[in-house]
Each structure stands twice: as structure tokens, then as C-alpha cells.
Nanobody, 128 residues
């Protein structure tokens, strides 16, 4: 299994970025992809996740209305469109894959210890 994030960068407050996560080597039918972020000195937190099988999605409250998670199953890609970015969105963003229930629980609770498949992360910096 391999996950590779891309699309991070530096933007001003109010700007947009689209993060990409390329997934390969995954054979599970009922799996989900989650986006997480970790700011300096803070715990890793769930941002959004999406089910590969039915497209259902979950968002953390700070991202609702600003972030959109989507998939392109033909390309094994998962995207996180982030609009109206704020300085508090500054963090390293990671994608992770696993069984549906595992990922949905991890993104909503922040309990990520059971996740074994992570990407390397991509830095997002939002300046005021």
C-alpha cells in the first residue's frame, strides 16, 4: 500500500488549495480515505474522510462549508479542496487509508493509533 500526498503550499488567508492523495496497492473493497492534519505542538486531528464504496463523507466542524473531499476512482485519487483558508488551517496534511469504520472513527475522534497506512504529508501554510 502506498499513499502519496501533493498540492500543499503557501497561500494568504482566504485563498484556496487542492490537496491530492494518490492511493495504490489497496485491495480492500470496503475502505475509506481520510485526511488528517497536524499543526506544530498539536495532536493530529481528522479533517475529512470519504468512503470508497458509497461516497459518504464526514467533515470536522472547522472545515464544514469550506472543505470538500472527493474521489476519482478511475485514477485512485482522493482530493481535498480547501477554500477560504485561515491561518489556523496551517499544518501538515496527511492522508490515510483503511477499513471504512476505522477511518471514519479515526477522523471523528482523532484516535489514529490503529491506522497503519499513511502518506508522507504535505505542508499547508496560510498567512494572515
Amino acid at each position: 500500500l502506498r499513499l502519496v500526498e501533493s498540492g500543499g503550499g503557501s497561500v494568504q488567508s482566504g485563498g484556496s488549495l487542492r490537496l491530492s492523495c494518490e492511493v495504490s496497492g489497496f485491495t480492500l473493497e470496503n475502505y475509506a480515505i481520510g485526511w488528517f492534519r497536524q499543526a506544530p505542538g498539536k495532536e493530529r486531528e481528522g479533517v475529512a474522510c470519504i468512503s470508497r464504496s458509497d461516497g459518504s463523507a464526514w467533515y470536522h466542524d472547522p472545515g464544514k462549508g469550506r472543505f470538500t473531499i472527493s474521489t476519482d476512482n478511475t485514477k485512485n485519487m482522493v482530493y481535498l479542496q480547501m477554500n477560504s483558508l485561515k491561518p489556523e488551517d496551517t499544518a501538515v496534511y496527511f492522508c490515510a487509508a483503511g477499513y471504512h469504520d476505522l477511518i471514519f472513527r479515526a477522523t471523528s475522534t482523532g484516535e489514529t493509533s490503529a491506522i497503519r497506512s499513511w502518506g508522507q504529508g504535505t505542508q499547508v501554510t496560510v498567512s494572515s
